[in-house]
């Protein structure tokens, strides 16, 4: 069965620094990955999806994510955050079957102070 | 703008009551998903439908049933509401193409006590 770590829980950063929020995963077959952003009181958006081809995959906000799949990982990075980038994300795999389900990371609440 | 429109962002039942969990999508998407939310444990599938009155156990559904009658409505039904139910629920929806959750509702806050 697959699986996902994110080994922050919560990372603390100041406007306009570059940030990385960390994603692991493991899965004896290939995968599909995916970033979601919880804003504050609100439900889930799909940030980014990595699903074939570039491993370099970017959102409209500014972030980006890199597969790499010697190493199980799919980090998020941004090199400049804004306050409005607040929020819970979640990283998630799912194998590349007819069908299996998404499974989710636990979150790392991304901080962002002014 | 597409909507997941989920009828309640807060909840407080009784334990042992039946509760009933709305979800309405307006894009025509063919699935449908519930999810719960908890601290430290990410998104935790519920039950997953792919079609009208089709659907497919999650991670978590003991205690859990789901109703899909009309493509755009997805029901989550606590047969009989724990306190360990307590937790954030999340509906979401996507197309065929696509198995994984795509528009999230905002979600509902349910309190069992």
């Known amino acids: 069965a697959q699986s996902v770590t994110q080994l922050d829980s919560q990372v603390p950063v100041f406007e306009e620094a570059p940030v990385e929020l960390r994603c692991n995963y493991s899965?004896?077959?290939?995968?599909?990955l995916f970033w979601y952003v919880q804003y504050p009181n609100q439900g889930l958006q799909l940030l980014l999806k990595?699903?074939?081809?570039?491993?370099l995959v970017e959102s409209i906000n500014g972030f980006e994510a890199e597969f790499n799949k010697s190493q199980t990982s799919f980090h998020l990075r941004k090199p400049s955050v804004h306050i409005s980038d607040t929020a819970e994300y979640f990283c998630?795999?799912?194998?590349?079957?007819?069908?299996?389900?998404?499974?989710f990371g636990p979150g790392t609440s991304l901080s962002v102070i002014p | 703008d597409v909507k997941v429109t989920q009828s309640s962002r807060y909840l407080v039942k009784r334990t042992g009551e039946k509760v009933f969990l709305e979800c309405v999508q307006d894009?025509?998407?063919?699935?449908m998903f519930w999810y719960r939310q908890d601290p430290g444990l990410g998104l935790r599938l519920i039950y997953f439908?792919?079609?009208?009155?089709?659907?497919e156990k999650g991670d978590i559904p003991e205690g859990y049933s789901v109703s899909r009658e009309k493509k755009e409505r997805f029901s989550l039904i606590l047969e009989s509401a724990s306190t360990n139910q307590t937790s954030m629920y999340l509906c979401?929806?996507?197309?065929?193409?696509?198995?994984?959750?795509?528009?999230f509702g905002d979600g509902t806050r349910l309190s069992i006590l």
């Open positions: 979401a929806s996507s197309y065929t193409g696509s198995l994984w959750p795509q528009h």
């Open positions: 899965s004896s077959v290939s995968v599909y």
């Open positions: 990595y699903l074939s081809g570039s491993t």
């Open positions: 998630a795999v799912s194998r590349k079957t007819s069908y299996d389900k998404v499974i």
């Open positions: 894009m025509d998407h063919e699935n």
């Open positions: 439908s792919y079609d009208v009155k089709m659907k």
